[in-house]
């Protein structure tokens, strides 16, 4: 079967870290795969599914990714495959509309419990239709789909569940990084690895290490438009020392596996693979009682209330203060990720595209 996903970008995030991790794999798995880009920046995403022999269609670095022309680039590509499987806001709409008259078979990805456009009126129109557009909308977690369906109403369009995955013994078998331990000898380490979005609030996090011992240093793995927002921010707060930009990473698994906690302190997420990525190294993963997050690491991980600083480092002081209760999390922890392997989530979609 030759099938094309199509997404904004290879930039930092959860969707694009899914491309590299899942195309290889629906390859492998005997169906003829490619990858279409609205903007072809180079990116070590983009230079990773490459070196995995994954052929990339790109409409140029820097192309705008609401730019109305992609819908006609568009057409002229997808009249080759048989499935169309998109991913994030423009690719999604400008597919749906690419079809028109193609007929191809439609499939996209939800990753998010949230999307701002549904509390729009108009937006939420245009939303419902663009869906009804879709052979499958795929949930990433029960939450969204439990907020999609609430969206969509009494609507007849096919939805289903899988859940992201992650190679869990690739990060379980990670050697940890030596440069963590460089930057800050004899520290207590706090990682979290996500883009530098409104929604992912670092902002928190930055907070949390105000009220934390001068030997715990934060690492914040990722890029974004908020990233200067939040150096301003740990600027102010006297923080530069001990919180620590390290901006775009390949060696995301080495840096987990040397840190002393894993952390995400999203306002919302889908199903966070970065979560699920923090919890196979072994470590204590502590996360924002969200949507997203809850379902994951509730009985497993920490939960903290949302947007409280002062609870996230107390939870904290809690683990660092008892050792018994640190190895029995990080056990949970390693157990629950075993539970997102890959393997499922990529026998999940080539039953989608089968059926």
């Known amino acids: 079967m030759k099938i094309l996903h199509v997404i ?5 995030g959860g969707a694009e870290k899914l491309m590299v991790d899942l195309l290889p794999r629906l390859r492998d798995a005997g169906h003829e795969v490619a990858l279409c880009l609205f903007d072809g920046i180079r990116t070590p995403f983009y230079d990773d599914i490459v070196a995995k022999g994954i052929k990339v269609y790109d409409f140029g670095a820097g192309n705008s990714v609401y730019s109305l022309r992609n819908i006609f680039r568009l057409r002229r590509l997808m009249r080759s495959f048989d499935i169309v499987h998109t991913h994030n806001t423009s690719p999604q709409f400008f597919s749906a509309l ?13 990753h998010n419990t949230h999307n701002r456009r549904r509390k729009w009126p108009g937006f939420a129109m245009v939303d419902r239709r663009m869906y009804s557009s879709y052979d499958t909308v795929i949930c990433i977690s029960d939450q969204a789909e439990t907020n999609l369906r609430q969206f969509l109403g009494k609507s007849k369009i096919n939805i289903t569940t899988i859940y992201n ?11 940890p990084s030596g440069e963590l331990e460089r930057i800050a000898p004899g520290s207590k380490k706090l990682i979290m690895v996500a883009a530098f979005r409104p929604q992912k609030d670092q902002k928190t996090l930055i907070e949390a290490m105000r ?5 715990f240093y ?26 620590h930009f390290m901006g775009r990473r390949s060696d995301v698994a080495e840096l987990l596996k040397a840190s002393d906690y894993v952390v995400m302190s999203s306002h919302y997420e889908g199903l966070s693979l970065s979560s699920v990525e923090g919890m196979s190294v072994g470590k204590p ?7 997203g997050l809850r379902e ?8 903290f209330p949302h947007e409280d600083s002062a609870a996230l480092a107390a939870e904290i002081m809690k683990l660092e203060e008892d050792r018994e209760m640190y190895e029995s999390i990080s056990g949970r922890c390693r157990e629950r990720a075993g ?9 999940g979609y080539c039953d989608i595209y089968q059926s």
């Open 285 to 291: 993963f502590i996360a924002s009682d969200v949507d």
């Open 218 to 243: 934060l690492f914040l793995v990722g890029e974004g438009d908020c990233m200067e927002e939040c150096k301003t921010l740990s600027a102010s707060m006297r923080l530069t020392d001990r919180v």
């Open 165 to 175: 995955g992650v190679d869990v013994s690739y990060f379980a078998n990670a050697l």
């Open 8 to 12: 904004t970008s290879l930039r930092t």
């Open 98 to 110: 690419a079809n028109v008259g193609l007929g191809k078979r439609l499939v996209t990805t939800e």
């Open 339 to 347: 539970q997102f392997d890959i393997t499922a989530m990529v026998s």
């Open 296 to 303: 994951v690491v509730k009985g497993y991980g920490i939960l």
């Open 211 to 215: 009220q934390l011992p001068e030997d």
